[in-house]
């Protein structure tokens, strides 16, 4: 038994010293190898008594168990050595900026009509659309406005070429999205709620005004809504779009020729070092015309004036756009200037929701 | 529409104060614009003595003041105050205005502040009228009578205090473009009482020596009624000062003592009126429509030609008025006018807006004319002016000649005093609304409400609303729910096509490009490069040359665009927008494109050379990636039919069938450097509408199968002519077995010189992995050659290629 443990001593100095994994197997094979120093000790077993054969089988297993165990546990260590070693050499700089990905915006119209799409979808309204070519009947005939009304000359409206030989009326660039209420009741009749956002055009250029620019119409109409439905429905709009815990309203008596009543809605606000904010203070800002559909416009649209009535509004995007985010210049919007587009724009995931607040 | 309030205190009996009157203007639709109060701007000026006037030590030109003023007023104490003046005329015993140190003096826009001139203290100014802003006059300072009450304020003195209040009248409210109409408005909301207008017709004492007739024509529509009377030995010579006062106060420039009265009643009664110098008249006037090419030299000098059926003033030579718009030069009062005919008449407004817009005369009587002035005021009217004429210019009044007749325009319309609170929203008894139309000057039967002549606009049940609501108040208005039309969570609203156009824009700016909007009018040039530019989508009267055409596409705009951001030093970026083209200029003829833009490189310059040019697989990932978006099928045709701003080897067209769902690829040279962008460009163009519709709207997926074979890869490289496209080699391998192969993708291309070496002129190799998939048994090895053999076969039988 001497002999097992001057082995085991020999055995494990060795693997202890070993320095790679080569030497490792030299020694494995050395001891545990089919002609190994303690295979063959097993190997002469077959012809030993009984009894020693059983002490000595005993030992030789704790032996071998014992060395490989090392051997396992030293390769182990001269693995993590290794790894220690290769990861001292692997160093990236992290303070380089990533692979470049470009970032795209949503421009803020785009989001201010999602936002209005959402409010208002919520409130049942459905989103209608039109031509922006229009004739001149659904421009303005329709809407009770005909051919010698002062109110069409405020208009600036540009028109389109007419064809010699032509007689009718030139078409017209859409001066306004009340078209499409027009449209829209006379598709689908009554009772209706709709709002329709979209491209106007008039013929107006300088600090305030462009010759594009955008609207939202809204119509309501059923049996029995009336002008205080059309100030709370406002009133929600303008509190859920500005995102503030109230708003005040004020509407003043005015006209247009396709509503009647009609008013002008002013929202109470402050002006307090250059910064708006909507719902308080001692100002009023003019943010959009509203009214009673006047009973010509609701048979212009084969809808029957003694038995349907209801709301119609119209309000800028763009301004109410500038209000919201405190987009100083109209004609930056048209401009497709990349600072300002990165600036003012939204992210692509920036669904606006009411479930999630319409901005981030 | 300006007017001060003493004026307007001449037809509304009114104590209120002026902020009260002003909320309710605005409140009543009568939106209030402007305001000035000279109580305010010249309120501190106050009249003082000069105790005595000295030279300056120490300057020739300057003179020191001892004056004595009233800081609060005449019945106070006075003061005696050092002033220094430039003036020349400053001399002992003047009596001239001085305002006090800390006001403000509107003509200089100076803060007055304790000062030494010269060494010499000066507390306050002695003043001049131009620095008071009354006239120009600046050669001396105001210089008044020596009997000039001291201390009073000059507004009180020279009767200035008298606010100015400018409102913007809407188009349907021609009786508030006389302040008659306006104080009727603040009568009805209970700010006053509108005094009575009393009218005693003026007798005539002989026969107008000028008669008037209307051509038959005419009678029925242009002028139904016209009436004048001559008013014989008048003195035209300067209105007296509280008129002149009045018009100045509200921007009109006095002219003369007849002039001044039509001006007068134009903006007091809405009553437009014109006098004719009786001497300059050839026999009786006529009113006709113009034959066409007769000229006219009108008081503002110019000489207008008249269209035919244009509506003259003629005598028995020659034309002498554009009727209802302007009077003519030639038959104008002078300070010599003796004898002078005035006209009172009602025009058609619609034949006055024609006319007046063709001969682009912006006159205040065609103003009124051509929104409705009060037929019924007609003869009142001139019996009001003549008495005016022989109050302030003496004279004698001829009998009033008269030609039609006051049209009718009697209606009335049915008060449903239900209805009103219905549509309205707000509770107004009926007492109210009826007390509201009769103040405004309907007259009411039973249910019945008779419209006052001078209310051209009101024309229905809806507009006795209106009247009522604005006199109530919408102010008052309190919100009222509008309850859902269905009970429970709303509904989707969108329509397919709208969902999907925020989709390909959600898709836009996640793959990096910035959305802009651009004008849908471009310039001529740009239009042409991209098939439109025809006279179907011309502008009419553009704007700018710039905006003359409908855009036929989004990328004209875009490219110009990117033509502006480079200018500013912006080489590289990622455009997009979503919105209308046009392929015509009817209603309806627009559809709606998403374009993307890449110009310069992919990236910027970074420490891995990540930057590259982009090309036009830059542009197909995206356009496919848009595609995949909004719904379009996975498979789809590539054609080169393209159009002409496109590189014609280097763009396509995804399609099915006829129908083209998107264009891509690099844009023209020729275009790029006629719209001044520096390439490298390319873009895609996705017809939206045109991508189809799923046939089967339904959330559930068909079912995952997943097999439980081991799929098996394979690669092949073929050799084929450089001409031959991917697509086709693609299509024939996956046509060799369709069940057993999922999948074919190209793996590497290799073309050039090199490839040509090694395998020819002409020739390329493209390589492709194509994926087996088995779902009854494990392949065989014979099963994979059997299938190879035949990806082989059919390759070479649709593009000649041989395996390499």
Redesign the interface.
Known sequence: MDGLDALKGKYLEGIAGAADEAALEDLRLAALGKKGEISLKMRELGGMDPVLRQSTGAALNVLKDEIDAALRAKKAALGDAALDERLRSEWLDVT??G?????????P??QVM?EL?AIF???????A?G?????DW?NFDALNIPP????R??HDT??????EGDNRP??V?RTHTSPVQIRAMTEQGA?I?VIAPG?V?R???DQTHT??FHQVEGL?I?R????????????EFCRAFFEVPSVE???????F?FT?????VDIRCSWEGGQLKIGEGVGWLEILGSG?V???VLAAAGVDPTEW?GFAFGMGIDRIAMLKYGIPDLRA???????W??HY?????D?PDLAGGLSR | MKFTLSWLKDHLDTEAKLEDLLYALTDLGLEVEGVENPEKTLGAFRTCRVIEAQPHPNADRLRLCRVETWPNGPEAASEEVQVVCGAPNARTGLVGVFAPVGTHVPGTGVDLKPGVIRGVESNGMLCSERELMLSDDHDGIIDLPEDTPLGVRLIDLRGLNDPMIDVKVTPNRPDALGIRGIARDLAARGLGVLKPLEITPVAGGFASPVSVTIDAALKAKGCPLFAGRVIRGVKNGPSPDWLQTRLRAIGLRPISALVDITNYFTFALNRPLHVFDVAKLAGGLRIHAAEGGETLQALDGKTYTLRAGQMLISDDRAPQSLAGIMGGELSGCTEETTDVFLESAFWDPITIAATGRALKINSDARYRFERGVDPAFTLPGLELATQMVLDLCGGEASEVVVDGAVPDTARAYRLDPARVVSLVGMDIPEDEQRRTLEALGFTLDGDMASVPSWRPDVLGEADLIEEIARVASLSLLQGKPLPRREAGVPKPILTPLQVREQTARRMLASLGYNECVTYSFIDSEAATLFGGGSDAVRVENPISSEMTHLRPDLLPGLLRAAARNQARGFADMALCEIGPAFHGGEPGEQHLQATGLLVGASAPRDAFGSRRPVDLYDAKADVEAVLAAIGAPARMQITRKVASWWHPGRSGVIGLGPNVLASFGEVHPRILQAMDVKGPAVAFTVMVANVPLPKVKTPTRPALKLADLQAVERDFAFVVDKGVEALTLVNAAQGADKALIESVRVFDQFGGEKAEAQMGAGKKSLAITVRLQPTEKTLTDKDIEAVSAKIVDKVAKATGGTLR
Not at chain 1, 158 to 163: D, I, K, L, P, V
Not at chain 1, 260 to 264: C, F, Q, T, V
Not at chain 1, 333 to 339: A, I, K, V
């Open positions: 380089l900026p692979r470049p990905r470009r970032q795209g915006t949503i421009h119209v785009s999602a799409t979808a919520d409130m049942g309204f459905a989103v659309e031509p922006q070519v229009e004739s659904y010698e009304h002062p109110a000359q405020e540009f028109f389109m070429n007419r064809a030139p078409h660039l009772p709620r491209r055009y013929m107006d250029m010759p594009m309501a059923d029995d809504i009336s002008m205080a439905n059309l100030k709370w429905v406002l009133e309203l004020r509407f003043r008596a005015s006209h020729p009647e009543p009609s008013a002008e009673m006047h009973p010509k009535q919007f048209f401009e497709s200037d990349l600072r587009l990165r724009g939204f992210a692509a995931l669904m």
